[in-house]
């Protein structure tokens, strides 16, 4: 059973940091590119960030690009997101998500689209202050 748990969600002032973990068992995790999306209330869930499992293809949304940074660590099975200079519209609740990658993949052809990913966690909030 592929299980994804989020951790390091919080509230955070504006212009602070968090680092948000995902830790994924049930998988070969080396098989699979991990990402995160994250939903603000009342809107569709986005893609913020996704990686491979050698970084070749890392992929991050205009919105959080120079200050997010997607990172994993393939001994640990662990994915983790770093976010600096956090503005009000982070808030949302951030998922892990992993897809199955490889030539042929739906993911190799649509990296930032959540139709792409074959697991996703239950989400952790981030909620940022003014």
């Known amino acids: 059973q592929v299980q994804l748990v989020e951790s390091g969600g919080g509230l955070v002032q504006a212009g602070g940091s968090l680092r948000l973990s995902c830790a994924a068992s049930?998988?070969?995790?080396?098989?699979?590119?991990m990402g995160w999306f994250r939903q603000a209330p009342g809107k569709e869930r986005e893609f913020v960030s996704v990686?491979?499992?050698?970084?070749?293809?890392?992929y991050y949304a205009g919105s959080v690009k120079g200050r997010f940074t997607i990172s994993r660590d393939n001994a640990k099975n662990t994915l983790y997101l770093q976010m600096n200079s956090l503005k009000l519209e982070d808030t949302a609740v951030y998922y892990c998500?992993?897809?199955?990658?490889?030539?042929?993949?739906?993911?190799?052809?649509?990296?930032?689209?959540?139709?792409?990913?074959?697991?996703w966690g239950q989400g952790t909030q981030v909620t940022v202050s003014s």
């Open positions: 998500a992993a897809a199955r990658a490889g030539s042929g993949s739906r993911w190799s052809t649509a990296p930032t689209s959540s139709t792409a990913y074959d697991y």
């Open positions: 049930g998988l070969t995790f080396g098989s699979y590119a």
């Open positions: 990686r491979d499992w050698s970084g070749y293809s890392t």
